[in-house]
């Protein structure tokens, strides 16, 4: 069955959140759609919405995201808007997106992914191994606050949370002598920020860092059809290891948890993290399976690293 094309009398409503980057994504996300289906940029609609990560009275404060709530912090109220009609596809960061789905929405459509490495920032453009003893990083990730205490538990850490310029104000400011931001987020904004990347082998990113998906709802079979010609099959591939191995785990941004899969041929391989939030004790393992068995190859190595650590794993106070 054919399905009408979205058009500037009936356009395709995209949802974001109304950051530089959620709408450098979602840009992105009307750019692909325009050129797969020959649209013009007026056949979309960016419809923006505020969600509880955006309200600047929680925003500006240094309590950290876990104390607001951390699952669905960036993505409740769009996923709303997509159940009730008011948008039809929703856009993205996958590091943020909880490893469950609303009934009635799928999230089955990626675009390809960005540098997964995080990036170490600091005005002088100096490295992670140049950082002097007793060094103040600022940083609001619990994954990065208890890898830096892992291997660096001299460092003082502080609240950092904003923008990347509302960040590099607190820099200038001297709040703190660096931080951390992603390298995916700086490439899509094309921003000219001194930083130096960290090897994953060094700094194991989020799980599904750098990665933009696109969520619909069940019953749209037109947003089906349109997803489906722009989503990046290798991607999907990485992220069905990294998400099941966050699941198995009941990752959320409350648990500092890492994982990366890349592809090898014909197979998958995985690396994964779980951290004591006050960087106490860390434990990291490494699986590889066919492609077709991401998603197990993911929950194996989550039971492998909860067994070595042991119950109650992540209690230890921050």
């Known amino acids: 069955m054919e399905y009408p094309l979205p058009n500037p009398a009936a356009p395709l409503r995209i949802g974001t959140r109304g950051s530089p980057l959620a709408l450098a994504q979602a840009h992105e996300t009307r750019a692909r759609l325009g050129a797969a289906f020959g649209l013009a940029a007026e056949a979309f609609e960016i419809v923006v919405i505020k969600t509880t990560g955006d309200d600047r009275a929680l925003i500006d404060t240094d309590r950290p995201l876990k104390e607001i709530g951390n699952k669905g912090l960036f993505t409740k109220e769009i996923e709303e808007a997509l159940l009730a009609d008011q948008i039809d596809i929703a856009v993205h960061s996958m590091k943020d997106m909880p ?11 990626f675009l390809p992914r960005e540098d997964v490495r995080d990036a ?4 002088e453009g100096r490295a992670f ?26 460092l003082r850490l502080v609240e950092f949370r904003g923008n990347v310029q509302t960040r590099m104000k607190k820099l200038q400011d001297g709040v703190a002598a660096a931080t951390f931001l992603a390298c995916a987020g700086l490439n899509r904004l094309g921003l000219d920020i001194a930083r130096v990347p960290i090897a994953t082998e060094d700094m194991l990113p989020a799980v599904a860092q750098g990665a933009i998906g696109i969520e619909r709802r069940d019953s749209d079979s037109r947003a089906a059809r ?12 990485r992220l069905a290891a990294e998400r099941a191995f966050l699941a198995a785990l009941d990752g959320s941004c409350e648990t ?27 434990y990291e393992g490494a699986a ?13 190595l989550a039971a492998r690293l909860l067994e070595q650590a042991g119950p109650g794993f992540f209690d230890a106070p921050v």
């Open 99 to 109: 490893v469950e789905q609303p009934a009635g929405l799928v999230l089955d459509c």
């Open 226 to 237: 349109m997803l489906e010609a722009i989503h990046d099959v290798p991607t999907g591939q």
């Open 288 to 300: 590889s399976a066919p492609i077709e068995d991401g998603p197990a190859l993911g929950r194996d």
């Open 256 to 282: 500092p948890i890492a994982g990366l899969a890349v592809l090898e041929g014909g197979n998958l391989a995985l690396r994964g993290e779980i951290l004591r939030p006050d960087g106490s004790r860390c």
């Open 120 to 123: 170490f920032v600091t005005l």
């Open 129 to 154: 191994s140049d950082l002097p003893e007793g060094a103040v990083v600022g940083t609001s990730s619990l994954r990065r606050r208890a890898q830096l205490l892992y291997r660096r538990p001299d």
